[in-house]
């Protein structure tokens, strides 16, 4: 099993180009989020799929949008991209919300670290 | 607001000592907190999980305790390794009973360098 696997690992855009963020997971989980990591802070939710179908807004949405394309995959997206945007972005799944603890681990990819130029 | 607090930001010992790094949270309901691990270039992988009723847990060289009174929480590093080296996440799930929503409130980070 490879987990949770991201493309691309590293990329650079100019101010206002658009790109997508590619996420995969072969677990079989439910659950699927994404991150944005920035120096000297905790890991910031995006957006997030509870399930299949669905997608939601986390702490720091605006700038980006999400597809939930099927049960293994969740894209994010840039749409105009801003020097702001400069960051690691990780994708994560867990088997879904729960009463029982091990069920919400979450599993990150590797990331992308991404240079808004 | 929810929040987690980490100490110290970043931290250098030498191989073999041991060493204690900890966590302050503000964040309810709470569920549960995780220590993760991140390594340099990678995404962070959990090494231990408490709920409330739990003060302890071990996971090999690595010993997380929680005070859910205090809503403090450390993780010891006995005997370091040089793979030791990497950034401690303290991480609390938001919910109720046990029951996790699924959402996360991390910590900064805590970078540990152990060298030879």
């Known amino acids: 099993n490879a987990g949770v696997t991201q493309t691309p690992k590293f990329q650079v855009l100019k101010t206002g180009q658009s790109m997508t963020l590619q996420c995969a997971q072969d677990?079989?989980?439910?659950?699927m989020y994404w991150y944005r990591q920035d120096p000297g802070m905790g890991l910031r939710l995006i957006y997030y799929?509870?399930?299949?179908?669905?997608?939601d807004k986390g702490e720091v949405p605006n700038g980006y949008n999400v597809s939930r394309l099927n049960k293994r995959e969740f894209s994010l997206r840039l749409e105009s991209a801003a020097p702001s945007q400069t960051s690691v972005y990780f994708c994560?799944?867990?088997?879904?919300?729960?009463?029982?603890?091990?069920?919400?681990?979450?599993?990150f990819g590797p990331g992308t670290r991404l240079t808004v130029l | 607001k929810n929040q987690v607090e980490q100490s110290p930001q970043s931290l250098i010992i030498l191989e073999g000592k041991n060493c204690t790094l900890q966590?302050?949270?503000?964040?309810?309901?709470?569920?549960?907190l995780r220590w993760y691990k991140q390594d340099t270039g990678r995404g962070p992988v959990s090494l231990t999980i408490?709920?409330?009723?739990?003060n302890t847990k071990s996971n090999g060289r690595y010993t997380a305790t929680l005070d859910a009174d205090t809503k403090q929480s450390s993780l010891h590093i006995t005997a370091s390794q040089l793979s030791d080296s990497a950034s401690y996440i303290c991480?609390?799930?938001?919910?109720?009973?046990?029951?996790?929503?699924?959402?996360?409130?991390f910590g900064q980070g805590t970078i540990l360098t152990v060298h030879p």
């Open positions: 994560a799944s867990s088997e879904a919300p729960g009463p029982v603890p091990s069920y919400n681990e979450q599993f």
């Open positions: 677990m079989n989980h439910n659950s």
């Open positions: 799929s509870a399930s299949e179908g669905t997608t």
């Open positions: 966590c302050n949270y503000t964040v309810s309901p709470f569920s549960n």
């Open positions: 408490m709920t409330f009723s739990e």
């Open positions: 991480v609390v799930s938001v919910g109720a009973g046990g029951t996790s929503y699924g959402k996360l409130t």
